[in-house]
C-alpha cells in the first residue's frame, strides 16, 4: 500500500538546524511531488514547499525561504527536509505528504515532532 | 500568498447538517480541497478539486463552489466526524504557493 514513513522526534536548541526524512513506498516515488505541511501547539496547518522528486526541483512558502532547504534521495525514495536557524516558534508537528500535478495532498506521513528549546 | 477564511467553530447535533465555509479571492480560479484533521492523526483528504470525494470517504461528505466561496457540507453528522477540518488551494501567481485556511471545529453535541 501507499505508505509515507517519517523519521522520529527530535529535540533540538535554538540556532541548530533539524533534518527530518520522509520514506515513501507502494508507488513510483519519481511520479509525484512531496510536500512538507507543519503544525505548531494550537495552531493550523502552514505549508513549508514541495519538491519534485523526479527533477528535483523545489518551491518553497515566502515564510521560509532561505531557511527550508528540501532535497531527495530517488536510490532509496526518501525525501528531506532541512529547517536552519531554529526557535521556540519551529516546535511543531512536520508532515510530509505526497501531492500530484493538482496542489493537493493524498497520502500523509505519521508526522515528526521537533521540539526547540534551550 | 493570501488568506482563506473559515469559521472558527461550528457546532452539531447527531443526524444533522454541517456546513464549513472557506473563502478567498483566488477560489473563482483555483480548486479548493478539504482536510479533516484528528487529534493524534495525520490529516486526511476528504474533497479535492472543490466537488470530488476520495474513494473511501463516505457520501455525507460533499463539497460545493460559489464564486470567493467553497463549503464543505457533512450530512447526516455521527460522532465520528468531530474533528478540525482545513480548506486548501493555492496562489495564482509566483510558484503557486499552497494556501491552508485557519481550520474549523466541528463539535457534535
Known amino acids: 500500500q501507499v505508505q509515507l514513513v517519517q523519521s522520529g522526534t527530535e529535540v533540538k536548541k535554538p540556532g541548530a538546524s533539524v533534518k527530518v526524512s520522509c520514506k515513501a513506498s507502494g508507488y513510483t516515488f519519481t511520479g509525484y511531488h512531496i510536500h512538507w505541511v507543519r503544525q505548531a501547539p494550537g495552531q493550523g496547518l502552514e505549508w513549508l514547499g514541495r519538491?519534485?522528486?523526479?527533477?528535483?526541483?523545489?518551491d518553497y512558502a515566502q515564510k521560509f525561504q532561505g531557511r527550508v532547504t528540501l532535497t531527495r534521495d530517488t536510490s532509496i525514495s526518501t525525501c528531506y527536509m532541512d529547517l536552519s536557524r531554529l526557535t521556540s516558534d519551529d516546535t511543531a508537528e512536520y508532515y510530509c505528504?505526497?501531492?500530484?500535478?493538482?496542489?493537493?495532498?493524498?497520502?500523509w506521513g505519521k508526522g515528526t515532532t521537533v521540539s526547540v528549546s534551550s | 500568498s493570501y488568506d482563506l477564511a473559515q469559521p472558527p467553530s461550528v457546532s452539531v447535533s447527531p443526524g444533522q447538517t454541517a456546513s464549513i465555509t472557506c473563502s478567498g479571492d483566488a477560489l473563482p480560479k483555483q480548486y479548493a480541497y478539504w482536510y479533516q484533521l484528528k487529534p493524534g492523526q495525520a490529516p486526511m483528504l476528504v474533497i479535492y478539486k472543490d466537488t470530488k470525494r476520495p474513494s473511501g470517504i463516505p457520501e455525507r461528505f460533499s463539497g460545493s463552489s460559489s464564486g470567493t466561496t467553497v463549503t464543505l457540507t457533512i450530512s447526516g453528522v455521527q460522532a465520528e466526524d468531530e474533528a478540525d477540518y482545513y480548506c486548501q488551494s493555492a496562489d495564482n501567481g509566483g510558484v503557486g504557493e499552497v494556501v491552508f485556511g485557519g481550520g474549523t471545529k466541528v463539535t457534535v453535541l
Open positions: 505528504a505526497r501531492g500530484g500535478q493538482q496542489p493537493y495532498m493524498d497520502v
Open positions: 519538491i519534485n522528486p523526479n527533477t528535483g526541483g523545489t
